[in-house]
């Protein structure tokens, strides 16, 4: 199983950008979904995720209203819609699978299962 994230890069306050994870080896279906970032110095944090189900979404406070997580089953590719970028956002951004997280724990790093490589996000003020 490999999840390939992108379309990180360099931004300026208040533009936008849009990130892929697309998954080989394995569908998204029956699967958590998240997406985490770590900034340097800090813990790695969760950002969005999509519930097994497919039929939630989960957003840490600081982004609810600027970022949006979405699923694309005919290309197995899940996406993070990024808008208001602010200089906090600046991360490496990281995409995880899970099969048996439940809704409480997809906020947690360590009930993933499968984690892409991350793709740099640096936001300019």
């Known amino acids: 199983v490999q999840l390939q994230a992108s379309g990180g890069g360099l931004v300026q306050a208040g533009g936008s950008l849009r990130l892929s994870c697309e998954i080989s080896g394995r569908t998204f279906r029956g699967h958590a979904v998240g997406w985490f970032r770590q900034a340097p110095g800090k813990d790695r944090e969760f950002v969005a995720g999509?519930?097994?189900?497919?039929?939630?979404?989960i957003y840490a406070d600081s982004v609810k209203g600027r970022y949006t997580i979405y699923m694309d089953s005919a290309k197995n590719t899940v996406f993070l819609e990024m808008k208001n970028l602010k200089f906090e956002d600046t991360a490496v951004y990281y995409c995880a699978i899970g099969a048996r997280i439940i809704n409480s724990a997809i906020t947690l790093p360590a009930q993933y299962d499968y984690w892409g490589q991350g793709t740099q996000v640096t936001v300019s003020s």
């Open positions: 999509i519930t097994r189900t497919g039929a939630g979404t």
